[in-house]
């Protein structure tokens, strides 16, 4: 491979992937077969109808979970520092206080403490929570608590980020101030971000790039470059023409999916 080639290779990359879930004797295929390729920075959002493996995807991105069949390749320069997950429950340790959590991940890798201190402060920062470092998670809001942890998925300075519904637990304003928020981040140090969402319209305002899943098993039904460009707003990318004809594009995808689910198991029933 010379260095173009090795330039040019996707960070994320899945070959005819499926997974099936097998608990207490029932056969669940929750995955594929899917075939991804996601590019070094790209900003990529993956919806589709709730059950269609979304979740299951980013695990197997993250590693929690295996495929079982098929390949996925990560195309990481140091796999200490590959992945990081924002899931949506927050999953913050409450016995912890704000900078202890923060620092989690540097702790685990043996960063010392006071250079941990110094890079989550750098994160808390970042996310508007600089004066909280010694806040008790208990005093925070679920707005507050998911800043913290998308600052300790950042401060380990991931190469891939994945977030897992990260802000559907989160009252509309808030998640308009972290949706912003996010796209800022972004735009500045252009991760490669892999972002489940079940919102058309949250996907369109943060991706380059919309994937949408069919009911289960998940397959790509509709694979859209987000022509909005950048840097952009939520707010901007709201109004435009651009989101109007892709939200309205793939809506009329996801109803058609959700009908499609609802017309096999209405056929199931009455053949049972
Ligand atoms: N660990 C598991 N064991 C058994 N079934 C699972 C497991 N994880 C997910 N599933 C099933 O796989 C399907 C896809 O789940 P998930 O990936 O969470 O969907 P989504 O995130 O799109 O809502 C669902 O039917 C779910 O019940
Ligand atoms: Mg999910």
């Avoid at 004066?131 to 600052?151: F, N, P, T, W, Y």
């Avoid at 109004?239 to 058609?256: P, Q, T």
Wanted: aromatic share 6%; charged share 25%; hydrophobic share 40%.
């Amino acid at each position: 491979m010379d260095s173009q080639e090795v330039a040019s290779r996707p960070k994320i990359s899945l070959r005819g992937v499926t997974t099936r879930f097998v608990s207490k004797g029932a056969v669940v295929d929750a995955v594929g077969p899917i075939d991804l390729d996601i590019a070094d920075g790209e900003f990529v959002c993956l919806v589709g109808p709730s059950g269609c493996g979304k979740s299951t995807v980013l695990r197997m991105v993250g590693g929690l979970v295996r495929p079982s069949t098929g390949e996925i390749d990560l195309h990481v320069t140091d796999p200490r520092w590959a992945t990081a997950t924002v899931f949506q429950d927050y999953s913050i340790y409450p016995w912890k206080n704000v900078i202890e959590n923060v620092r989690f991940g540097l702790d685990l890798a043996g960063v010392p403490k006071a250079e941990g201190n110094r890079r989550s402060q750098v994160y808390l920062e970042r996310m508007g929570l600089g004066d909280r470092a010694k806040a008790h998670i208990s005093e925070l809001s679920g707005g507050m608590k998911q800043r913290v942890a998308i600052a300790r998925a950042l401060v380990v300075e991931p190469e891939i980020l994945l977030m897992d519904e990260p802000f559907s637990a989160i009252d509309a304003q808030m998640r308009h101030v972290l949706q912003d928020d996010l796209l800022e981040m972004w735009q500045s140090d252009r991760r490669t971000v892999l972002f489940v969402t079940h919102s058309i319209e949250e996907a369109i305002l943060l991706a380059d790039r919309v994937i949408m899943l069919s009911v289960r098993p998940g397959r790509i039904v509709a694979d859209r470059q987000v022509p909005i460009e950048r840097p952009r707003s939520a707010e901007s990318a709201r109004n435009s023409k651009e989101f109007a004809e892709l939200h309205d594009e793939l809506w009329e995808l996801m109803r058609r999916e959700v009908q499609s689910q609802l017309a096999a198991s209405r056929t199931a029933q009455e053949a049972s």
